[in-house]
Antibody, heavy 124, light 111 residues
């Protein structure tokens, strides 16, 4: 059974760096694309970026200057760093897997497995 | 890149059918048949219901169906059940620069 679990500090001070890790179990991190998605309290979802085990990545243009993602293949983990945070970055952060359609053999532009989410508050 | 537009609330009685719209632009929904739909219950992670506009992942009820016309995608729920009460979000691929844009979300209430 595939599981994703986010971990990291729940409180980050303004102007500092938010760091989160997603640990994948039940699947190999090399077999899929992985994304980070966030949801401010009471608001909608926002895609942050994706990464592949090779290091290939793409980020939301609105966050690109502040985001870095990385993969630790031996640990089956991938990480998110968001620097210079403000209160607007307060949100539940989800890690998610891109859906691989076994019938077509292609990766899809959809997210089929999600972590439970971790709440990150930016406050002094 | 602006969020895709969804109606705020939608409701229906058990057994009825409802349709949720998701309006984008010619840069996202209109250009690609790559809209996905997610169901999110309070305090839970989203669940994939539809991908590539109209395909259902294994395990998703056939009461859920997706379609697209021009810049607007739609999610139809037939035979409404109490468990369908949730927030629903659409998401579209929007090209290699922007990648993915989500909708504003629609709260579905089963009366």
């Amino acid at each position: 059974q595939v599981q994703l679990q986010e971990s990291g500090p729940g409180l980050v001070k303004p102007s500092e760096t938010l760091s989160l890790t997603c640990t994948v179990s039940g699947a190999s991190i090399t077999d899929y694309y992985w994304s980070w998605i966030r949801q401010p309290p009471g608001k909608g979802l926002e895609w942050i970026g994706y990464i592949y085990y090779s290091g290939s990545s793409n980020y939301n243009p609105s966050l690109k200057s502040r985001v870095t993602m990385s993969v630790d293949t031996p640990k089956d983990q991938f990480s998110l760093k968001l620097n210079s945070v403000t209160a607007a970055d307060t949100a539940v952060y989800y890690c998610a897997r891109h859906y691989y359609d076994i019938l077509t053999g292609y990766y899809t532009d959809a997210f089929d497995m999600w972590g439970q989410g971790t709440m990150v508050t930016v406050s002094s | 890149q602006s969020a895709l537009t969804q109606p705020a609330p939608a409701s229906g009685s058990p057994g009825q059918s409802i349709t949720i719209s998701c309006t984008g632009t010619s840069s996202d929904v209109g250009s690609y048949n790559l809209v996905s739909w997610y169901q999110q219950h309070p305090g839970k992670a989203p669940k994939l219901m539809i991908y590539e506009g109209s395909k259902r992942p294994s395990g998703v009820s056939n009461r859920f169906s997706g379609s697209k016309s021009g810049n607007t995608a739609s999610l139809a729920i037939s035979g409404l059940q109490a468990e369908d009460e949730a927030d629903y979000y659409c998401c579209s691929y929007a090209g290699s620069s922007t990648c993915y844009v989500f909708g504003t979300g629609t709260k579905v209430t089963v009366l």
